[in-house]
């Protein structure tokens, strides 16, 4: 069984910083693509930045300059910088990784963390 947990969401003033990280444990042979996806109320959820096994990274226009994804392997775990942060950025955070378990890669989601930025 793999999980993602996630940490570091909570209020914030505009211009402020958050950093999120997510760990993934359990039964986990590798993982590939990891990333952060974000969902407002009444929004569809969006792409926030993802980061390949090799260190790639793509970011939403939204955030660029402002976040900056990072990962560490040997602590399966995936970062989130968020800087000067906007209250649109308002939001459920969730990261997702596709994770290889006994040679068959499935995404896998966390359980969203709230990050709520004050004007």
């Known amino acids: 069984q793999v999980q993602l947990v996630e940490s570091g969401g909570g209020l914030v003033q505009a211009g402020g910083s958050l950093r999120l990280s997510c760990a993934a444990s359990g039964s986990i042979f590798s993982i590939k693509g990891m990333g952060w996806y974000r969902q407002a109320p009444g929004t569809q959820r969006e792409l926030v930045a993802h980061i390949t096994s090799g260190g790639s990274t793509n970011y939403a226009d939204s955030v660029k300059g402002r976040f900056t994804i990072s990962r560490d392997n040997a602590k399966n775990t995936v970062y989130l910088q968020m800087n000067s942060l906007k209250p649109e950025d308002t939001a459920v955070y969730y990261c997702?990784?596709?994770?290889?378990?006994?040679?068959?890669?499935?995404?896998?989601w966390g359980q969203g963390t709230q990050v709520t930025v004050s004007s």
């Open positions: 997702a990784a596709t994770i290889i378990v006994t040679l068959t890669a499935k995404d896998y």
